[in-house]
Structure formats: structure tokens, C-alpha cells
């Protein structure tokens, strides 16, 4: 069990996994004979998404769930972090977070050394890239050689070995049963990449609307951006694959040793695609998962969907697996979430799965403007909710709040009044530390 100074409630353990979904063994066995001896009932379990180390996650956890005793007094209640090698890059405010986690940063496109630290503990082996791409963003070349040179160290950052798992959980959505392929940032032009991604964040930055068509941002601005989403793509890929073959196994082994404890799923960010991957990794029959609740999920709104409404033949690659749910699956999404309303739905139409929109008959990568950027195609659960699953119901936070929610089936919650604090990149990306929303988990998963 973690350390009880340092959590809001208790009993609170920690479930540990590698980038495979690889278990540390002594923190599953203590949970598992800790909820017998401590008589719980209802069981929480919060998967963080971007985050750089332990003390991080803890602090969420901490926050979030410090809330949840005095919604439920009478419950018998149990609470576990879920930790995963994921990393957040230092210039992504977080909402309440001390200046040591949200550390100031040089201006772009430099990389600081808490980014460089936190890419390192991710990526193990892979200094000397590491160190070479900060090099480039230091120096900026003026050649497109430099920013080509940029391209090739980003990829082979974040490869993998065609043999690891993680290979297999990398897509959200299926065509014909195939998964879409790897994002063209992995192969297309670097420089026309980097120049689409600086103009967004321009755009995003600019305080007196969308930047003026003559203006030529930084690409090396960028650049530092392609890293960050190459980063996220890598994020995504393990998400699946410790949701899949990390917590749904242990969820599994936790069904046999305490069948009686019902257990409701939180995610945030890629957290949350992890703890909806888990549904996959459930043994047949378990039905203790009560409740999942999404919170600014990092994933296609489309990823349950038993058909794409623009694709007849593709489906969502977590299609059916709502009903895995002995409950409601709330997703809460906000319109503040830049990192979801406009970051995402660019880099999803750079990961191009049909290379109908953004790549013309030459192969070549074809602008756009940003604000379309928005459309329904390219979405992410945190922005806009589950999308193409029938008999979806849609409330505000405050309705929510208020009624009794379905007993199953999907239901998008605009949580917008609470979550909508942050700066630019990101927004209100991790703005998720409200009572509200600790409660939205109680009142979804019935527990009394």
C-alpha cells in the first residue's frame, strides 16, 4: 500500500504496470488480499493519463478522490491508482498543481530539462535520440534537412519492435477487421507537418482570433509539437495495452478472489482509454465492473461504435464492449479541452486511416483550417462524448447530478461549467480535480 500521509483516503493501494501491461506482482497481491481484510464493498480505480512520475499520479489520485468519503459516509469503500509509463510535457499547465509539476518552461521550440528527464524515464535506452532532438530544437537548422533529420529521431523514438504487444493497440477504430495503419507524422513530409502543426498552436495562441494568412509561424514551434503528439501517439499505443493485458487481468484475478466487490472504473485522458481497454482484457463472465467513467478521454468518440456514420465498413476497435459494463458508461467531455477540441482531431487527420481527406492524389499532406478541425470525423471523447452507439443519452453536469442515471448504456455528460480552466496547449485538458465530478463516479456507480 502507498504511503497513507501522502492520500486523502484510505484504504488506497497502487497496481503498477510496464509499458506491456506487465503487473508488479507485490502491489496486485496486497490489493487482492487487502479488500477481504478491509471489508470493501465498492472499489475505485482511477488510471491517470499524462503524468511524468509516481508523486504525480498520487496527487491526483489524492485530490480527486478526497471528495468521495463525505458523498458516500455509509459506503464500504476502497480506492486504487493505477500507475503506467506515461508522461506529460512540462509546458501543459494542470489546474491547482504546485509550480514544481507545472514548471515553467523556455520559451518554444527549446526543450527543458524536466521534458528531457521525463522523455528519458519513458523511453529507456533512447538517450542519444533524446539528446540529438533537443540539440535540433536548441539550434533550429534553417535547412528542411534539419527539421527531416527532426522527423527521422522522433520516429525512431517512439518504435517499436514489430514483436511487442503494444504493436496491437495502437487504433481505435477497425476497417474490414484491420487496424488503421501507423500516422503519416511517421512518414509524410516533416516540414509541411511542422508548419500545420505551428499554425494551429498560432491560432490557438492568438489572443485576437485566428492568425492573418500572410503570417509564417516558427516550424521548429512546430516541430516541438510533432514530438509532443509522436509522444502521445506512444502514449496511446501502451494505454491499450495495460488496460488490456495489465488491469483487466488483475481485474479478473480480483472477480475470483472477492466476487462480492464491485468495482467502478475512472479514467482521465489516455487513462481513460486505458480502463476501457481493460473491458477487453475481462475473463468471460466477470461482471463486478459496475460503472467506467471517462473524464477528457484521449480516444475516438467513435472507439464503441458498431459503425462509422462516413464508413459502412469500420467499426470501433472497443465495439460491444460497453456492455462488459454492469452499469452506465459516462463520458464527461468540455468545450475548454483545447488539447481535445483542436490538437487531437489534427493529429488524428495526420494518422489519415483512409487517406481520403488530408493527402492529395500526389501523396502529398494538404492544408486546412484549423477550426474544421473540429468536425466529427477526427473527434475525441473529451470533446464531444461516445458518438454512433445506439441509445446514447446526453445531459449537462448539473442534470447528471441530479437524476438517476441509466442502469446501463452510454451517457455523455458536458462538464463544462467545472472543467474549464487552463492555458494553452491544453486548456482545460486537466482540469478534473472537482467535487462535481467525484461525485458524477458515486452517482454512476450506485453507491450507497
Same mark, same amino acid.
Given at each position: 500500500?502507498?504511503?497513507?500521509?501522502?492520500? !486523502? =483516503? /484510505?484504504?488506497?493501494?497502487?497496481?503498477? +504496470?510496464?509499458?506491456?501491461? &506487465? /503487473? &508488479? /506482482?507485490?502491489?496486485?497481491?496486497?490489493?487482492? $488480499?487487502? #479488500?477481504?481484510q478491509r471489508h470493501v464493498r465498492d472499489l475505485l480505480v482511477f488510471a491517470h493519463g499524462w503524468n511524468n512520475d509516481r508523486s504525480g499520479a498520487t496527487r491526483l489520485y489524492s485530490d480527486f478522490f478526497a471528495p468521495v468519503p463525505r458523498v458516500a459516509p455509509g459506503a464500504g469503500l476502497g480506492y #486504487?491508482? #493505477? =500507475?503506467? *509509463?506515461?508522461?506529460?510535457? !512540462?509546458?501543459? *499547465?494542470?489546474? &491547482?498543481?504546485?509550480?514544481? =509539476?507545472?514548471?515553467?518552461? *523556455?520559451?518554444r521550440p527549446a526543450l527543458d530539462k524536466d521534458t528531457r528527464h521525463a522523455l528519458l524515464e519513458t523511453f529507456p535506452g533512447r538517450a542519444t535520440v533524446i539528446e540529438r532532438i533537443a540539440g535540433l530544437l536548441d539550434q533550429q537548422p534553417g535547412a528542411e534537412a534539419g527539421l527531416e533529420e527532426f522527423g527521422r529521431l522522433v520516429r525512431m523514438l517512439v518504435e517499436v519492435v514489430p514483436t511487442e504487444?503494444? =504493436?496491437? +493497440?495502437?487504433?481505435?477504430?477497425? #476497417?474490414?477487421?484491420v487496424p488503421q495503419r501507423d500516422p503519416v507524422m511517421f512518414s509524410e513530409s516533416v516540414p509541411e507537418l511542422c508548419e500545420q502543426f505551428a499554425r494551429a498552436l498560432a491560432e490557438l495562441e492568438s489572443p485576437g482570433g485566428p492568425v492573418a494568412e500572410f503570417s509564417i509561424p516558427n516550424p521548429w514551434d512546430g516541430a516541438h509539437e510533432l514530438l509532443r503528439q509522436a509522444t502521445y501517439y506512444a502514449m496511446k499505443r501502451r494505454a491499450g495495452a495495460v488496460g488490456e493485458r495489465g488491469l483487466g487481468r488483475v481485474l479478473g484475478q480480483l472477480a475470483a478472489a472477492a466476487p462480492d466487490v464491485r468495482v467502478h472504473l475512472v479514467g482521465h485522458s489516455f487513462g481513460a482509454r486505458l480502463v476501457s481497454f481493460a473491458l477487453r482484457g475481462l475473463p468471460p463472465g466477470v461482471r463486478t465492473v459496475k460503472s467506467l467513467t471517462l473524464l477528457q478521454g484521449a480516444f475516438s468518440h467513435y472507439a464503441f461504435a458498431d459503425r462509422l456514420p462516413h464508413d459502412p465498413r469500420a467499426k470501433g476497435v472497443l465495439q460491444g464492449q460497453h456492455h462488459r459494463v454492469d452499469g452506465p458508461v459516462v463520458c464527461c467531455y468540455s468545450r475548454h479541452d483545447s488539447a481535445l477540441a483542436t490538437m487531437y482531431p489534427l493529429a488524428s487527420r495526420m494518422a489519415d486511416d483512409d487517406r481520403t481527406v488530408g493527402i492529395d492524389a500526389h501523396g502529398a499532406f494538404r492544408g486546412f483550417d484549423v477550426g474544421s478541425a473540429l468536425g466529427a470525423r477526427w473527434g475525441a471523447m473529451g470533446h464531444d462524448g461516445v458518438q454512433a452507439v445506439s441509445g446514447t443519452r !446526453?445531459?449537462?453536469?448539473?442534470? $447528471?447530478?441530479?437524476?438517476e442515471l441509466p442502469a446501463s448504456g452510454c451517457v455523455n455528460v458536458d462538464a463544462a461549467e467545472v472543467v474549464k480552466r487552463g492555458g494553452p496547449p491544453a486548456g482545460a485538458h486537466s482540469d478534473i480535480c472537482h467535487q462535481e465530478l467525484a461525485r458524477l463516479v458515486v452517482t454512476a456507480g450506485r453507491i450507497r
Open positions: 500500500m502507498a504511503d497513507p500521509a501522502a492520500m !486523502s =483516503v /484510505t484504504p488506497y493501494w497502487e497496481l503498477t +504496470f510496464d509499458a506491456d501491461g &506487465d /503487473t &508488479d /506482482t507485490r502491489g496486485r497481491d496486497r490489493l487482492l $488480499a487487502g #479488500v477481504a #486504487v491508482g #493505477v =500507475v503506467w *509509463p506515461s508522461m506529460r510535457f !512540462s509546458d501543459e *499547465p494542470i489546474p &491547482d498543481f504546485p509550480r514544481t =509539476v507545472a514548471a515553467e518552461m *523556455p520559451p504487444p503494444q =504493436v496491437l +493497440f495502437a487504433a481505435d477504430t477497425l #476497417v474490414d477487421g !446526453s445531459l449537462k453536469l448539473a442534470e $447528471a447530478l441530479r437524476a
